[in-house]
């Protein structure tokens, strides 16, 4: 089992940048598949990302690319989400979440066996 806690959110104006992270307790973190995830207020979780278990291949939603990056460092435990260019539809709480069963990148909320208790990132006009 994994405990994952978020951290990072915060205010910031559009066209800024943030950087969340998510760091995981337990000895085998490297064995999980890692996503991030988000909701806002009345609408469905949605995929932002997600990294192979040592980090060589990412995938992303389509309404991030080019703009977040996901990492992660397994010497730390920790998975990250460097957020860029920042709009206000960016507005949610941020998720992270570790996937046990060894699929492939995985988008499907659903598909993930652990999550964080999110942070919440807001972007202003």
């Known amino acids: 089992q994994v405990q994952l806690v978020e951290s990072g959110g915060g205010l910031v104006q559009a066209g800024g ?3 969340l992270s998510c760091a ?3 000895r085998t973190f490297s064995m999980y598949t890692m996503g991030w995830f988000r909701q806002a207020p009345g609408k469905e979780r ?6 192979s278990r040592h980090g060589f291949s990412t ?4 309404s991030v690319k080019g703009r977040f990056t996901i990492s992660r460092d397994n010497a730390k435990n920790t998975v990250y989400l460097q957020m860029n260019s920042l709009k206000p539809e960016d507005t ?3 998720y992270c979440a570790a996937d046990a069963s ?8 659903t598909l993930y066996n652990y999550w ?6 807001t972007v202003s006009l």
Do not use: C, M, W
């Open 102 to 109: 060894g699929r492939f990148l995985a988008t499907n909320p």
């Open 17 to 19: 940048s943030l950087r």
């Open 46 to 51: 949605e995929f932002v990302a997600a990294i």
């Open 24 to 26: 995981a307790s337990g």
């Open 92 to 94: 949610a709480n941020y």
């Open 116 to 121: 964080g208790q999110g942070t919440r990132v």
């Open 59 to 62: 995938t992303y939603g389509d």
